[in-house]
Protein backbone atom coordinates (compact mmCIF):
# COMPACT_ATOMS: atom_id res chain seq x y z
CA UNK A 1 0.00 0.00 0.00
CA UNK A 2 1.51 3.46 -1.01
CA UNK A 3 -0.18 7.03 -1.38
CA UNK A 4 -2.68 6.27 -3.99
CA UNK A 5 -5.34 4.76 -1.63
CA UNK A 6 -4.98 8.15 0.89
CA UNK A 7 -3.81 5.20 3.95
CA UNK A 8 -2.38 6.48 6.95
CA UNK A 9 1.00 4.62 6.60
CA UNK A 10 2.21 3.05 3.79
CA UNK A 11 2.80 -1.06 3.98
CA UNK A 12 5.32 -3.22 2.86
CA UNK A 13 5.00 -6.79 2.84
CA UNK A 14 8.51 -8.83 3.63
CA UNK A 15 6.86 -12.57 3.85
CA UNK A 16 3.42 -14.46 4.36
CA UNK A 17 3.05 -13.49 7.89
CA UNK A 18 5.16 -10.22 8.68
CA UNK A 19 4.53 -6.85 6.62
CA UNK A 20 6.52 -3.61 8.05
CA UNK A 21 4.16 -0.24 8.06
CA UNK A 22 5.37 2.73 8.03
CA UNK A 23 4.64 6.55 8.99
CA UNK A 24 6.02 10.45 9.23
CA UNK A 25 4.60 13.04 11.17
CA UNK A 26 5.76 16.49 12.59
CA UNK A 27 4.54 19.79 13.32
CA UNK A 28 4.80 22.99 15.38
CA UNK A 29 3.85 23.11 19.24
CA UNK A 30 0.31 23.42 20.38
CA UNK A 31 1.06 23.94 24.20
CA UNK A 32 3.75 26.10 25.71
CA UNK A 33 4.80 23.38 27.50
CA UNK A 34 8.15 21.72 25.27
CA UNK A 35 7.29 18.10 27.80
CA UNK A 36 3.71 17.47 26.64
CA UNK A 37 4.58 18.83 23.39
CA UNK A 38 6.85 16.19 22.50
CA UNK A 39 4.42 14.21 24.44
CA UNK A 40 1.61 14.80 21.95
CA UNK A 41 3.43 14.97 18.69
CA UNK A 42 4.91 11.25 19.30
CA UNK A 43 1.70 10.19 20.39
CA UNK A 44 0.01 11.65 17.18
CA UNK A 45 2.56 10.27 14.92
CA UNK A 46 1.83 6.54 16.53
CA UNK A 47 -1.47 6.85 15.57
CA UNK A 48 -0.70 6.27 12.54
CA UNK A 49 0.36 2.86 13.14
CA UNK A 50 -2.66 1.91 15.23
CA UNK A 51 -5.03 3.09 12.95
CA UNK A 52 -3.82 0.08 10.46
CA UNK A 53 -3.94 -2.62 12.70
CA UNK A 54 -0.33 -2.43 13.62
CA UNK A 55 2.02 -2.61 16.53
CA UNK A 56 4.90 0.40 16.60
CA UNK A 57 8.40 -1.16 16.74
CA UNK A 58 10.63 1.66 15.99
CA UNK A 59 10.52 5.04 16.05
CA UNK A 60 13.15 8.07 14.76
CA UNK A 61 12.72 11.49 16.01
CA UNK A 62 12.14 14.29 13.30
CA UNK A 63 13.53 17.86 15.13
CA UNK A 64 13.49 21.33 13.90
CA UNK A 65 15.09 23.47 16.45
CA UNK A 66 17.82 26.49 16.37
CA UNK A 67 20.15 26.43 19.71
CA UNK A 68 20.51 30.42 18.71
CA UNK A 69 17.47 31.37 19.33
CA UNK A 70 15.82 28.93 22.04
CA UNK A 71 17.30 27.22 25.39
CA UNK A 72 18.76 23.79 25.03
CA UNK A 73 16.65 22.66 27.57
CA UNK A 74 13.63 23.12 25.63
CA UNK A 75 14.76 20.99 22.76
CA UNK A 76 15.80 18.32 25.74
CA UNK A 77 12.21 18.53 27.40
CA UNK A 78 10.50 17.92 23.92
CA UNK A 79 12.54 15.18 22.90
CA UNK A 80 12.13 13.51 26.42
CA UNK A 81 8.45 13.76 26.20
CA UNK A 82 8.58 12.04 22.67
CA UNK A 83 10.89 9.74 24.04
CA UNK A 84 8.34 8.87 27.30
CA UNK A 85 5.51 8.22 25.05
CA UNK A 86 7.71 6.15 22.17
CA UNK A 87 8.94 3.91 25.17
CA UNK A 88 4.66 3.71 26.73
CA UNK A 89 4.41 2.45 23.21
CA UNK A 90 6.30 -0.54 23.27
CA UNK A 91 8.57 0.65 20.93
CA UNK A 92 12.92 1.73 20.65
CA UNK A 93 13.62 4.93 19.12
CA UNK A 94 16.56 4.39 17.06
CA UNK A 95 17.45 8.13 16.63
CA UNK A 96 16.62 10.69 14.28
CA UNK A 97 17.70 13.90 12.64
CA UNK A 98 17.59 17.57 13.03
CA UNK A 99 17.66 21.02 11.06
CA UNK A 100 18.73 23.93 12.31
CA UNK A 101 15.83 26.37 12.32
CA UNK A 102 13.91 29.11 13.82
CA UNK A 103 10.38 27.60 13.81
CA UNK A 104 10.60 24.72 16.43
CA UNK A 105 9.07 21.64 15.12
CA UNK A 106 8.92 17.76 16.46
CA UNK A 107 7.27 14.37 15.53
CA UNK A 108 8.42 10.75 14.26
CA UNK A 109 9.30 8.55 11.54
CA UNK A 110 7.37 5.37 12.66
CA UNK A 111 7.54 1.78 11.86
CA UNK A 112 4.78 -1.26 12.77
CA UNK A 113 4.39 -4.53 11.98
CA UNK A 114 1.44 -6.55 10.97
CA UNK A 115 0.29 -9.58 9.10
CA UNK A 116 -0.54 -9.04 5.61
CA UNK A 117 -4.19 -10.75 5.73
CA UNK A 118 -4.71 -8.58 9.49
CA UNK A 119 -4.18 -4.70 7.65
CA UNK A 120 -6.94 -2.49 8.44
CA UNK A 121 -7.66 0.11 5.50
CA UNK A 122 -9.51 3.41 5.72
CA UNK A 123 -12.04 1.75 3.56
CA UNK A 124 -13.87 -1.76 3.65
CA UNK A 125 -16.72 -0.15 6.20
CA UNK A 126 -20.48 -1.93 5.31
CA UNK A 127 -23.92 -0.69 4.98
CA UNK A 128 -25.00 -1.80 8.58
CA UNK A 129 -21.68 -1.28 10.13
CA UNK A 130 -21.57 1.27 13.49
CA UNK A 131 -19.04 3.95 13.24
CA UNK A 132 -17.13 4.24 16.88
CA UNK A 133 -14.30 6.63 17.74
CA UNK A 134 -12.55 6.63 21.06
CA UNK A 135 -11.35 10.45 21.17
CA UNK A 136 -13.91 13.80 22.07
CA UNK A 137 -13.55 16.20 19.31
CA UNK A 138 -12.78 19.76 19.25
CA UNK A 139 -9.15 19.80 20.18
CA UNK A 140 -8.57 22.60 17.12
CA UNK A 141 -11.03 25.20 18.83
CA UNK A 142 -9.45 24.38 22.26
CA UNK A 143 -6.05 25.24 21.45
CA UNK A 144 -7.47 28.33 19.51
CA UNK A 145 -8.79 29.24 22.82
CA UNK A 146 -5.44 28.76 24.40
CA UNK A 147 -3.33 31.28 22.45
CA UNK A 148 -6.33 33.94 23.51
CA UNK A 149 -5.72 32.76 27.03
CA UNK A 150 -9.79 31.87 27.33
CA UNK A 151 -9.27 28.39 28.09
CA UNK A 152 -9.12 27.48 32.43
CA UNK A 153 -6.19 25.74 33.40
CA UNK A 154 -8.11 23.00 34.15
CA UNK A 155 -9.88 22.57 31.09
CA UNK A 156 -5.77 22.84 29.08
CA UNK A 157 -4.80 20.04 31.12
CA UNK A 158 -7.27 17.50 30.09
CA UNK A 159 -7.06 18.63 27.15
CA UNK A 160 -3.25 18.02 26.99
CA UNK A 161 -3.70 14.36 28.25
CA UNK A 162 -6.43 13.52 25.57
CA UNK A 163 -3.69 14.69 22.93
CA UNK A 164 -0.94 12.56 24.78
CA UNK A 165 -3.07 9.36 25.26
CA UNK A 166 -1.76 6.92 23.02
CA UNK A 167 -4.38 5.25 20.65
CA UNK A 168 -3.15 1.79 21.62
CA UNK A 169 -5.87 0.20 23.68
CA UNK A 170 -8.24 0.90 20.96
CA UNK A 171 -6.48 -0.69 18.48
CA UNK A 172 -6.32 -3.47 20.63
CA UNK A 173 -9.93 -3.98 21.44
CA UNK A 174 -10.36 -2.91 17.38
CA UNK A 175 -8.26 -5.99 16.44
CA UNK A 176 -9.98 -8.28 19.34
CA UNK A 177 -13.02 -8.31 16.31
CA UNK A 178 -13.83 -8.21 12.78
CA UNK A 179 -13.15 -4.36 11.86
CA UNK A 180 -14.46 -3.84 8.58
CA UNK A 181 -12.43 0.11 8.29
CA UNK A 182 -10.21 2.24 10.92
CA UNK A 183 -8.79 5.42 10.18
CA UNK A 184 -7.85 8.15 12.84
CA UNK A 185 -9.12 11.97 13.40
CA UNK A 186 -6.33 14.52 12.74
CA UNK A 187 -6.40 17.43 10.52
CA UNK A 188 -8.97 17.11 8.04
CA UNK A 189 -11.43 16.50 10.95
CA UNK A 190 -14.11 14.19 11.42
CA UNK A 191 -15.84 15.17 8.07
CA UNK A 192 -12.51 15.05 6.37
CA UNK A 193 -11.65 11.42 7.67
CA UNK A 194 -14.95 9.95 7.19
CA UNK A 195 -14.90 11.16 3.58
CA UNK A 196 -12.23 8.82 3.19
CA UNK A 197 -13.61 6.38 4.91
CA UNK A 198 -16.84 6.06 2.48
CA UNK A 199 -15.56 7.61 -0.78
CA UNK A 200 -17.69 6.83 -3.22
CA UNK A 201 -19.12 3.64 -2.03
CA UNK A 202 -21.49 4.25 0.75
CA UNK A 203 -23.21 6.65 3.00
CA UNK A 204 -22.95 7.26 6.64
CA UNK A 205 -25.51 8.54 9.00
CA UNK A 206 -23.90 10.62 11.84
CA UNK A 207 -26.09 10.40 15.27
CA UNK A 208 -25.56 14.42 16.13
CA UNK A 209 -26.19 13.90 19.96
CA UNK A 210 -23.69 10.81 20.43
CA UNK A 211 -20.49 12.39 19.37
CA UNK A 212 -18.29 13.88 21.47
CA UNK A 213 -16.69 17.14 22.50
CA UNK A 214 -14.98 19.42 25.08
CA UNK A 215 -17.54 21.25 26.86
CA UNK A 216 -15.63 24.16 26.34
CA UNK A 217 -15.55 24.33 22.56
CA UNK A 218 -19.20 25.25 22.65
CA UNK A 219 -18.70 28.80 24.30
CA UNK A 220 -15.05 29.45 22.58
CA UNK A 221 -16.66 28.14 19.08
CA UNK A 222 -19.95 30.90 19.68
CA UNK A 223 -17.01 33.46 20.32
CA UNK A 224 -15.38 33.00 17.02
CA UNK A 225 -12.51 31.25 18.62
CA UNK A 226 -12.16 28.64 15.99
CA UNK A 227 -9.16 27.56 13.70
CA UNK A 228 -7.84 28.68 10.15
CA UNK A 229 -8.19 24.77 9.28
CA UNK A 230 -11.75 24.48 9.88
CA UNK A 231 -12.44 27.06 7.16
CA UNK A 232 -10.39 25.10 5.00
CA UNK A 233 -11.92 21.71 5.82
CA UNK A 234 -15.61 22.69 5.56
CA UNK A 235 -14.76 24.69 2.24
CA UNK A 236 -13.10 21.47 1.11
CA UNK A 237 -15.53 19.11 2.29
CA UNK A 238 -19.04 20.29 2.76
CA UNK A 239 -19.53 18.79 -0.86
CA UNK A 240 -19.92 15.45 1.42
CA UNK A 241 -22.60 16.51 3.85
CA UNK A 242 -25.69 16.47 3.64
CA UNK A 243 -28.80 18.02 5.74
CA UNK A 244 -28.57 20.62 8.38
CA UNK A 245 -27.39 21.17 11.80
CA UNK A 246 -26.32 23.23 14.76
CA UNK A 247 -23.87 25.98 14.06
CA UNK A 248 -21.85 24.51 16.29
CA UNK A 249 -21.88 20.70 15.29
CA UNK A 250 -21.07 21.98 12.09
CA UNK A 251 -17.93 23.28 13.42
CA UNK A 252 -17.11 20.29 15.26
CA UNK A 253 -17.69 18.41 12.21
CA UNK A 254 -14.84 20.36 10.37
CA UNK A 255 -12.87 21.27 13.70
CA UNK A 256 -9.08 19.84 12.47
CA UNK A 257 -7.69 17.62 15.54
CA UNK A 258 -4.68 17.01 17.14
CA UNK A 259 -4.33 13.35 17.78
CA UNK A 260 -7.26 12.76 17.65
CA UNK A 261 -8.86 9.50 18.14
CA UNK A 262 -9.53 6.33 16.08
CA UNK A 263 -13.10 5.97 13.63
CA UNK A 264 -13.02 2.05 13.87
CA UNK A 265 -16.34 0.32 11.19
CA UNK A 266 -17.56 -2.85 12.79
CA UNK A 267 -20.45 -5.11 12.37
CA UNK A 268 -23.47 -4.40 15.11
CA UNK A 269 -22.75 -7.86 15.98
CA UNK A 270 -19.22 -7.55 16.86
CA UNK A 271 -20.50 -4.28 19.11
CA UNK A 272 -20.68 -6.61 22.63
CA UNK A 273 -17.46 -8.29 21.45
CA UNK A 274 -15.96 -4.82 21.24
CA UNK A 275 -17.32 -3.28 24.53
CA UNK A 276 -15.93 -6.21 26.55
CA UNK A 277 -12.44 -5.97 25.03
CA UNK A 278 -12.62 -1.68 25.48
CA UNK A 279 -14.24 -2.15 28.99
CA UNK A 280 -11.16 -4.93 29.76
CA UNK A 281 -8.35 -2.68 28.75
CA UNK A 282 -10.03 0.77 29.46
CA UNK A 283 -10.87 2.41 26.60
CA UNK A 284 -13.05 5.25 26.16
CA UNK A 285 -15.47 4.92 23.20
CA UNK A 286 -19.13 6.44 21.54
CA UNK A 287 -21.24 4.70 18.93
CA UNK A 288 -21.76 8.22 16.83
CA UNK A 289 -23.63 6.77 13.63
CA UNK A 290 -24.21 3.89 11.12
CA UNK A 291 -22.93 2.89 7.59
CA UNK A 292 -25.65 3.31 5.07
CA UNK A 293 -26.38 2.16 1.17
CA UNK A 294 -27.62 5.36 0.16
CA UNK A 295 -26.80 8.10 -0.71
CA UNK A 296 -23.15 7.02 -1.77
CA UNK A 297 -20.42 9.56 -0.34
CA UNK A 298 -22.82 11.13 1.80
CA UNK A 299 -22.31 12.29 5.06
CA UNK A 300 -26.46 12.36 6.29
CA UNK A 301 -26.53 14.65 9.46
Not at 84 to 102: N, P, W, Y
Request: hydrophobic share 45%.
Amino acid sequence: MGIEGFEDAGVYRISEELAIVQTVDFFTPVVDDPYDFGRIAAANALSDIYAMGAVPKTAMNIVCFSPKAFDIKILKEILKGGADKVREAGASLMGGHSVDDEEIKYGLSVTGFVHPEKIVRNEGARPGDVLIITKPLGTGILNTGIKADMVEAGAVRSLIEVMATLNDRGAEAMRAVNTHAATDVTGFGLAGHLCEMIKESIGVKLFAEEVPYFKEAVELASSGFVPGGLYRNRDFYKRCVAGTASTFFTDILFDPQTSGGLLIAIGKEDLPAFRKAASGNGTTFWVIGEFVEEPKGKIVL
